[in-house]
């Protein structure tokens, strides 16, 4: 039906990867698929599938001799189902889109992606449309959507920018807005910028709590409980999260060989 991969350049055992779609905790709903755990191939155990769209979560992991040095990776496998032989109109995926990044993040960060249903990939063309004469600081990859940073932030002085996403396969042409937000995260409501703040997490711990922002910034927020946060900085989205607290955790185990900032 379809294939995830991963890749792991380590010898043995911990070059090994096995494959596994996580259970659902918050329901009993038996999902009606299942994955291959050598190979990454996912397959149906039962047809007809009464709803049309589902969400996998798929692990990834070595086989390290010692389990505690174990390493995962999540992947989120969207299946949308369609009738046989049925004409499907293309349409964007979450459209308009809508993205904050920050000042400081370098040259190279994503910043968001455009994606389209029933487009065929092996055709299908991306481009970012603007009327700034001065020039932009991002650009759209052509063949995947994905919107980076591709000049330094701070050389310009808008804070928000308006382009038209146009995307075709030669036989459609569609278009959507993108709205893509500059902040500066380290601005502070007293109109002074404290240094960054640096923060520590254990590796390979899924839903570790980092670091409560209400209470470290307390002193420089006039007013800490209607304070609300958010992660400007899109690539880091899928690995972190913060409560309404101003708690930061991680969603998912970090790799630290990986990433390690």
């Not at 905790?25 to 769209?53: A, H, V």
């Not at 990859?141 to 382009?163: C, H, N, P, Q, W």
Request: charged share 25%; no cysteine.
């Amino acid at each position: 039906m379809s294939q995830v991969q991963a890749e792991d350049p380590d010898l043995g055992g911990n070059g090994e990867i096995v494959y596994e779609i996580q259970k659902p905790n918050s329901t009993n709903e038996e999902l009606p698929f299942d994955i291959d755990p050598k190979n990454g191939y996912i397959f149906l155990l039962e047809r007809p599938l009464p709803k049309l769209q589902y969400t996998l979560l798929v692990e990834a992991s070595d086989q390290p001799s010692n389990p505690s040095e174990r390493r995962y990776s999540l992947a989120v496998v969207q299946i949308d189902v369609v009738k046989a032989g049925a004409a499907h109109t293309p349409e964007f995926i979450g459209s308009p889109y809508e993205f904050w990044v920050g000042t400081h993040v370098g040259v190279g960060t994503s910043v968001g992606q455009v994606k389209v249903y029933h487009l065929d990939p092996k055709y299908t063309v991306y481009d970012l449309l603007h009327s700034y004469y001065e020039g932009v600081p991002f650009a759209i990859e052509a063949r995947t959507g994905i919107i980076a940073v591709v000049d330094e932030l701070l050389k310009y002085s808008r804070t928000t920018y308006e382009f038209e996403a146009y995307v075709t396969d030669s036989r459609h042409t569609l278009t959507t807005n993108v709205t893509i937000h500059v902040v500066d995260p380290l601005e502070s409501v007293s109109e002074t910028r404290r240094d960054p703040l640096e923060l520590k997490v254990m590796e390979n711990a899924g839903g570790a709590v980092v670091a409560n922002l209400r209470t470290l910034l307390a002193d420089s927020l006039r007013d800490a409980k209607s304070t609300e946060f958010l992660l400007a900085n899109y690539e880091a989205r899928d690995k972190f999260a913060i409560s309404a607290d101003g708690t930061i955790y991680t969603l998912k185990p970090l790799d630290r060989e990986e990433k390690d900032q």
